[in-house]
Nanobody
Framework: QVQLVESGGGSVQSGGSLRLSCAAS????????MAWFRQAPGKEREGVAA???????AYVDSVKGRFTISQDNAKNQLYLQMNDLKPEDTAMYYC?????????????????????WGQGTQVTVSS
């Protein structure tokens, strides 16, 4: 059974940085997509960043140049480095994962209907 556990959220001031981590267990797919989503109160959930098993990545326009998604396969960890945080980045952040065809690349991963989700970690950015 796949389990995803996020950590690293917190409260920071505008311009600050945080690194989110997602520990994955029970995950043995050789071809997959993983992603970070966020949902702010009263808003729809949106994909923030995604990574495919070949290492290709994709980002929503609002975080390009500020956020970096990465993975450590040896540790079964997914990360989201968030720099220059803005109040509009305030949201609950979720890790997601699923098996996908091996030809999927990062930009496709942002559109995957993920079957596995973590419980979320809160990020609050104050101005």
């Amino acid at each position: 059974q796949v389990q995803l556990v996020e950590s690293g959220g917190g409260s920071v001031q505008s311009g600050g940085s945080l690194r989110l981590s997602c520990a994955a267990s029970g995950y043995t797919y050789s071809s997959y997509c993983m992603a970070w989503f966020r949902q702010a109160p009263g808003k729809e959930r949106e994909g923030v960043a995604a990574i495919a098993s070949d290492g290709s990545t994709a980002y929503v326009d609002s975080v390009k140049g500020r956020f970096t998604i990465s993975q450590d396969n040896a540790k079964n960890q997914l990360y989201l480095q968030m720099n220059d945080l803005k109040p509009e980045d305030t949201a609950m952040y979720y890790c997601a994962a699923d098996a996908t065809p091996d030809y999927y690349r990062g930009y496709v991963c942002l559109s995957v209907d993920f079957g596995y989700w973590g419980q979320g970690t809160q990020v609050t950015v104050s101005s």
